[in-house]
């Protein structure tokens, strides 16, 4: 069982602004950073966000990413189709194991 | 640019022990962290565990007992075995390197999976 709690979906239009909420705990995302991956379907996760707010390079500044308390929020700004896929975050644990959400779906409509 | 190909047998029988592959190119593995991440069918991802160069290896606790990691650095591989699986370990497993160890989940190049799945 997946120990951040993310929403099943979220979807949008073209263009909108969604966001996607990671509810963790004091255990993991309340001392600790979030990572956010992408995973296109059929493929493996791209790395979206490292240490709860910062970019690799080549990811797009439309999607950002920000944590507050035990809870985090990856926002994609200028929604595309390209950004239908589905999106997990992750954090440490003090359990010492890497833990995943339960993955939320973007659609774009 | 690193590349990760995970190979294995993408059936084992319950009981038996599920062993994987991930050799790497473009970098060599006696840097960095290197982990495994399995997702079931239509489920979300779970992280397995590392192993860094010097032989340390840290593992989920949901899995401690059972899986194993180890690391071949003349080949420039590093390997999983998974024993006594069910049903349950039918998944996805894909290898990454890892660049966060311990606290950070925080991986930049992924193989591209391959589907172990558990049956008679």
């Known amino acids: 069982q997946p120990v951040l709690t993310q929403p099943p979906s979220v979807s949008g239009t073209p263009g909108q602004r969604v966001t996607i909420s990671c509810s963790g705990s004091g255990s993991n995302i309340g001392g600790n950073y979030v990572y956010w991956y992408q995973q296109l379907p059929g493929t493996a996760p791209k790395l979206l966000i490292f240490?709860?707010?910062q970019r690799p390079s080549g990811v797009p500044d439309r999607f950002s990413g920000s944590k507050s308390g035990t809870s985090a929020s990856l926002a994609i700004s200028g929604l595309r189709s390209e950004d239908e896929a589905d999106y997990y975050c992750?954090?440490?644990?003090?359990?010492?194991?890497?833990?995943f959400g339960s993955g939320t779906k973007v659609t774009v409509l | 640019q690193v590349r990760l190909q995970e190979s294995g047998p993408g059936l084992v029988k319950p009981s038996e022990t599920l062993s994987l592959m991930c050799s790497v190119s473009?970098?060599?593995?006696?840097?960095?962290?290197w982990s495994w991440i399995r997702q079931p069918p239509g489920k979300a991802l779970e992280w397995i565990g590392y192993i860094y160069h010097s032989g340390h290896t840290n593992y989920n606790p949901s899995l401690k007992s059972r899986a194993t990691i180890s690391a071949d650095t003349s080949k420039n591989q590093f390997s999983l075995k998974l024993n006594s699986v069910t049903a349950a370990d039918t998944a996805v497993y894909y290898c990454?390197?890892?660049?966060?160890?311990?606290?950070?989940?925080?991986?930049?190049?992924w193989g591209q999976g391959t589907l172990v799945a558990v049956s008679s």
């Open positions: 240490r709860s707010s």
């Open positions: 992750a954090s440490w644990d003090d359990s010492q194991s890497n833990v």
């Open positions: 473009g970098g060599s593995i006696s840097s960095y962290y």
């Open positions: 990454a390197r890892d660049l966060g160890g311990s606290y950070s989940p925080w991986w930049d190049y």
